[in-house]
């Protein structure tokens, strides 16, 4: 079932579209959810509210963008509503209560499970809209004029506010971690 | 193209999105600008490690098997159009915040206007007298004059003629507004 047919099948309401909405999405959505609030259980009930508002609402749906984009957008605006209702996040603690173990023997190389924690870390103590920007850019692969259009800002925005939390992220890394490889630091 | 350009359009450069010809300006550039290659390199390294980095940890998550079943769950019992009591609900829910902010904003501006602008404000609180004037309202105006008169009488063969002088004297307040003057009329007699 292509996205067209999925669509028309849910306006329809037909038995079989909303688990194959689910089982197509779900598991993506789920992924950008978790890793725009932090916590797994937070991130599944904000996957199943996007769900049903999006089913709720797929007659407005006019085919503009990807469903997964549509779906991306509605998830977004709901972890807002998230963040502002928590004021401050709280990142699960499997990944932040990680130590950070760096091998002795080879400084200049952490292991991947040590590199991962260590970004996540640092990118739960960037601000919301930077944070946003650094998943859907490099988590999402989005362009950058797909990141503008989703967040409602000029391209411009997205530049500046990549830039500025490329930089932070690079602060709070530890040193042997470099975003940039061998090339160096961020500056140009 | 120069740096500055580049760099501006280094995240299109690198995802592919410029148009032919800014593309092809900026392989120019790039043949030729040993820094720019290296900020492009940069960024592709950058795009790795935090595509790498952040996937590692979320690969394994999927979504609770449960959570289907409670989407269908949801959806059939909230598929029976609201009613209207429901609707009202919600949109008070929505929009009582800024409707009772809108409603106060409006009444303040009716006060200021009715206040300040009409020029109707309210009264000071006068000095009253006992009669219930504002004494500050009031000019007391006295206003006298002679009224001079001839008398001619006979004593024995003369014509005698007494000139006497009627003072007459009035008082008059004049107060703002519509409010009735109380008026005195005095009268002396002085004989010259």
Known sequence: MDEEQLIAALKAQAPGAVPELVSLYGDRLLRSAYSLCGNEADAQDIVQETLLQAIRSVHRFQGRSTVYTWLHAILLNLTRHYHRDRKRIVYDNELVGREVSLPDENPSQLDAGAASSALWKALGRLSVSHREVIILRYYENMKIHEIARQLGISKGTVKSRLHYAIGEMQKLLPGELNLFGACGTEEM | ?192
């Not at chain 2, 592919?16 to 300006?25: D, I, K």
């Not at chain 2, 790498?52 to 959570?67: K, M, S, V, W, Y």
């Not at chain 2, 002088?165 to 009268?187: D, F, I, R, S, Y």
């Open chain 2, 1 to 192: 193209m120069n740096c500055r350009r580049f760099q501006n359009r280094l995240y299109e450069y690198v995802e592919g999105t410029l148009s032919p010809r800014t593309q092809a300006a900026a392989d120019q550039h790039l043949a030729r600008c040993n820094a720019c290659r290296q900020a492009m390199h940069q960024e592709q390294q950058l795009a790795r490690v935090l595509c790498e980095g952040l996937r590692h940890d979320t690969g394994t998550l999927a979504l609770r098997p449960g959570i289907r079943q409670r989407i269908l769950t949801v959806l059939e019992h909230t598929s029976a159009p609201p009613t209207a009591g429901e609707i009202i609900a919600g949109l008070w829910k929505r929009y009582a915040r800024p409707v009772v902010i809108a409603v106060f904003l409006l009444l303040i501006v009716a006060f200021l206007r009715i206040q300040y602008l009409s020029g109707t404000r309210v009264p000071e609180t006068g000095i009253l007298r006992s009669d219930g004037r504002d004494i500050r309202s009031a000019v007391s105006i006295e206003v006298s004059y002679c009224v001079p008169t001839y008398r001619f009488h006979q004593e024995g063969n003369f014509v005698v003629d007494t000139l006497s002088c009627v003072t007459m004297v009035a008082n008059e307040t004049l107060w703002t507004g519509a409010q009735e003057p109380v008026k005195t009329k005095q009268e002396r007699k002085m004989p010259l």
